[in-house]
């Protein structure tokens, strides 16, 4: 019977106090919008690179909105100003399943680009930044022209 009561729980008021690492600050809810070409980014990554030892960062949807998490999995972020980083690759030219598992395929595994400008990916080189502040946060970037670099695979 608790079996049965635990997992509804679990899924209805989500991590307990004691998932959360020690020293993680007060996060703030934050979304992003991505535009390309004046039109929603679906696809791509978000990154916060501040002060803070925590991973910060999100994906965006089909709206192109990223809902930003700390830490992999605590929605908000902390208080402090961030730079912003944004990338998009795609996979073009992959084998199907079945052609994956066929003995006798003998393609390629595709070729994977890059579809923001890399000044957007760089810390050097990207003009965002967004400052988190108490409260509900949110911000609009435009990452320009879309390219098709490719990327080199490990």
Same mark, same amino acid.
């Given at each position: 019977?608790?079996? +049965?009561?635990?997992?509804?729980?679990?899924?209805? +008021?989500?991590?307990?106090?004691?998932?959360?690492?020690?020293?993680?600050?007060?996060?703030?809810?934050?979304?992003?919008?991505?535009?390309?070409?004046?039109?929603?980014?679906?696809?791509?990554?978000?990154? +916060?690179?501040?002060?803070?030892?925590?991973?910060?960062? /999100?994906?965006?949807?089909?709206?192109?909105?990223? =809902?930003? %998490?700390?830490? /992999?999995? %605590? !929605?908000?972020?902390?208080?402090?100003?961030?730079?912003?980083?944004?990338?998009?690759?795609?996979? !073009?030219?992959?084998?199907?399943?079945? !052609? =994956?598992?066929?003995?006798?395929?003998?393609?390629?595994?595709?070729?994977?680009?890059?579809?923001?400008?890399?000044?957007?990916?760089?810390?050097?080189?990207?003009? %965002?930044?967004? !400052?988190?502040?108490?409260?509900?946060?949110?911000?609009?970037?435009?990452?320009?022209?879309?390219? =098709?670099?490719?990327?080199? =695979?490990?």
């Amino acid at each position: 019977m608790l079996c +049965f009561l635990t997992v509804p729980l679990v899924a209805l +008021f989500g991590c307990s106090p004691s998932d959360r690492p020690e020293g993680l600050p007060t996060l703030y809810p934050c979304e992003i919008t991505v535009i390309q070409e004046g039109v929603p980014l679906a696809g791509a990554n978000v990154t +916060f690179i501040g002060d803070q030892p925590w991973a910060i960062g /999100g994906g965006t949807d089909d709206k192109g909105v990223a =809902r930003i %998490f700390t830490h /992999g999995k %605590f !929605e908000g972020a902390p208080v402090g100003t961030y730079s912003v980083l944004i990338t998009k690759t795609v996979l !073009e030219g992959a084998p199907t399943p079945e !052609e =994956r598992d066929n003995p006798s395929y003998t393609g390629g595994g595709g070729t994977m680009y890059s579809t923001v400008d890399r000044k957007f990916g760089v810390l050097d080189t990207t003009p %965002f930044t967004i !400052e988190i502040i108490a409260g509900k946060n949110s911000q609009t970037f435009d990452v320009e022209k879309a390219v =098709r670099v490719p990327q080199s =695979r490990p």
